[in-house]
């Protein structure tokens, strides 16, 4: 089983950055990838970022390209998805997904999630 505990949202001003992480355990994750997903009221779970723990590659929405980025610390099980510029737009719950293969852009492929974090951007 997998855990996945979210942390690091809150309140953030337009411009200003944040930083979620992911702490995961329960599991040896080389075969797994991590997701960020986000979901504003009245809005579909959107992809936002995703990783793969073995080769640490990454991909990103196009809707925080150029604006947020996604690492890991292998030695900590810990994803991080850092938000730059942050706009009123990024206002939503964030969660932590996890799954067995490559990173997916869809929800529905992952098997694993975190309770999610509040992020709030107001000017």
């Known amino acids: 089983q997998v855990q996945l505990v979210e942390s690091g949202g809150g309140l953030a001003q337009v411009g200003g950055s944040l930083r979620l992480s992911c702490a995961a355990s329960?599991?040896?994750?080389?075969?797994?990838?991590t997701g960020w997903f986000r979901q504003a009221p009245g809005k579909e779970r959107e992809f936002v970022a995703g990783?793969?723990?073995?080769?640490?590659?990454?991909y990103l929405g196009d809707s925080v390209k150029g604006r947020f980025t996604i690492s890991r610390d292998q030695a900590k099980n810990t994803v991080y998805l850092q938000m730059n510029s942050l706009k009123r737009e990024d206002t939503a719950v964030y969660y932590c997904?996890?799954?067995?293969?490559?990173?997916?852009?869809?929800?529905?492929?992952?098997?694993?999630w975190g309770q999610g974090t509040q992020v709030t951007v107001s000017s």
């Open positions: 329960g599991r040896t994750f080389s075969s797994y990838a």
């Open positions: 997904a996890a799954k067995l293969g490559p990173v997916s852009g869809s929800s529905q492929t992952y098997d694993y």
């Open positions: 990783i793969s723990w073995s080769y640490g590659s990454t």
